[in-house]
Structure formats: C-alpha cells, structure tokens
C-alpha cells in the first residue's frame, strides 16, 4: 500500500464518496509518529480521515515514549482500550495517568506527548474533527518542557485554574460534556481527564435499547461507546439514527451489523474494523451473537 493520504482515506476513487464504507483490515492505514527521523515511537492505525473526520487507533509499547510533542488545529480526543498512558503538556507542566476504559481531551492547540510506564502495551482510539491541515503534525521543537527542576516560571508562567465539572449530567448536557470547552481551549489549555464515572449516559430507544456512554460532547465533536447487548426475544437492533455530521464506528469486542434503512445494505463489522457513515444516512446496530458488542464512535460535527 502507498503512503496514506490524511484527508482521503480510506482510498477510494475520487476520494471519499457519499456512501458507507466497511473498513476491513486490508483498508487499515499504517504511520509511525514520527516519521521525520529513524521510527521509533508509537506505530498508528488509520481508520477514516476526511476533511471534517479523523479516526485511528495507536499503540505504545512498554516503556516507550512519542515525541517531539505536537498539537493539531482541533480538539484530539483519546479512548484507552488497554493498558494505560500517561500524557503530558510541557507548557503547563500538567501530566495525566489514563487508564482503560478512560478517556482524555486535549483541547484545539494544546501541546502534548505521551509515555507509556507501564509493563503492557498501551493501544488508543483516538480522533478529531481534523488532525492536520494537511499531511503534517505540527510539532513543538523548541525542547523546552515545563518539568520537575526544569523550567522557570519567567519561561512558563503558571497557568489559570481551570476547574471540573461536577455537574451530574442528564440528557440536556449532549452537546455540553464534560466541561466548559472555550475556557479549556484558552491559553494555557489543560489536558482533561474522563473516567468512567464521569461519562455521560444515554439510553437510546426503548422499545430496542442500547447504552451510549459518551466522553466528549461539544460544538465539534461526540465521541463515546456504544454498548449493544445480546439477548431478548429478538436479535437486537438499536432504533434508526441518523447525524449532522459524519461518523466512524470502530469495533473494540464483538461482531456487530450495521443496517442502512434507505439503501437496504446491511455490514458485518468484526473485532478491530470499523465502518464510515456520511452524513444524514439513517442506520440500525445489530448484534447476532451471544456477547454484548463493545465499539467507541466519533461524530463530526457533533450529534
């Protein structure tokens, strides 16, 4: 396979066209960050990148670091779905341990790298409105981290407070999680740790049932899980939905189906693949099998 193209992938004639595209393994894009000197960092695995959606997933071997740190011109959200990464922000000298089943925000601009101490490999779903403007990380390569006896205040002064939100969110808050997103993208921004307890829940549908548990939910972006349970006296299938914007699922366990109600398609999605969704095109999720499916989701434009 050539180079992946950010923007355009997966490849297609043309580019990205107006309809659904399954996301097999053998149209997984692969990229190590970064690819401007001897690789050595995290190895990434792209699922979509369209001008308004990035999704991937990368990994990060034990011990093992990326860097230089980079920023992107839109928020860049994380999913950890093993292991754990510790991320941090050498300008506010902040950093921040995710765990599995965790989620971080790094809001539009912030500068960021990460490090694995643990003793498993770390793997996240990450994604973003747009990751790059175009085939480039923007990356900081001043070399100045804002760490333990390194740094002055004169170099990088303390940043504003910026506080939690503790509000107990109900289905008002969809658009709105989990905090005040222009204070955090103001300067100096912080990186933004979602634990479990702190995602928002929705179920979606009552006649046919699934749990939406969302990270991150604002003017740009949606991101969360869908939890799609087996069982009941049919084969589950989630009521129909549509979005604004365009969206990837990305199947973490399980096997799940996807139906289309207007063109009638239906797509098996297996473990570690992942299906594109354009904009407004009205679907179902399905699960056949015995085991509950498990899938992260990104939306952009938001819901």
């Not at 043309?14 to 053998?26: A, D, F």
């Not at 109600?261 to 797509?267: K, L, P, V």
Request: aromatic share 12%; charged share 25%.
């Amino acid at each position: 396979m050539a180079r992946i193209e950010f923007r355009n992938h997966p490849y297609t004639e043309g580019g990205i066209k107006n309809e659904p595209i399954l996301i097999t393994r053998e149209k997984l894009g692969y990229f190590t960050y970064p690819d401007f000197d001897i690789p050595h960092s995290d190895l990434n695995t792209l699922l979509v990148s369209t001008p308004n959606l990035f999704a991937a997933y990368f990994e990060l071997a034990p011990g093992c670091q990326y860097g230089p740190p980079d920023y992107h011109p839109n928020d860049e959200i994380y999913i950890v779905l093993e292991g754990e990464l510790t991320q941090v922000s050498p300008f506010s000298g902040q950093a921040v341990t995710v765990k599995a089943g965790e989620a971080l925000i790094m809001p539009k601009g912030c500068v960021h790298c990460g490090f694995n101490f643990g003793q498993t490999k770390a793997k996240m779903f990450s994604c973003s409105p747009g990751i790059v403007d175009d085939q480039l990380f923007p990356t900081d390569m001043d070399g100045k981290w804002n760490m333990y006896k390194r740094g002055t205040r004169e170099e990088f002064p303390e940043p504003r407070p910026f506080y939690r939100n503790t509000k107990l969110g109900t289905v008002y808050d969809i658009g709105k999680w989990p905090c005040d997103f222009e204070e955090m993208r103001k300067e100096t921004q912080y990186l933004y740790k979602v634990s479990e307890e702190d995602k928002l829940r929705v179920v979606r549908g009552l006649d046919f049932p699934i749990l939406m548990k969302i990270s991150v939910s604002n003017d740009a972006i949606q991101v969360g899980e869908y939890i799609i349970p087996a069982g009941g006296i049919q084969t589950r299938i989630s009521e129909p939905d549509s979005h604004k914007g365009e969206e990837c699922i990305f199947v973490v366990s399980g096997e799940m189906g996807v139906f289309m109600t207007e063109s009638r398609e239906t797509f098996k999605v297996m473990e570690g693949e992942a299906i594109y969704i354009p904009a407004g095109m009205e679907y179902s999720l399905m699960n056949y099998g015995h085991e509950q499916v498990h899938a992260t989701f990104v939306i952009t434009p938001s819901f």
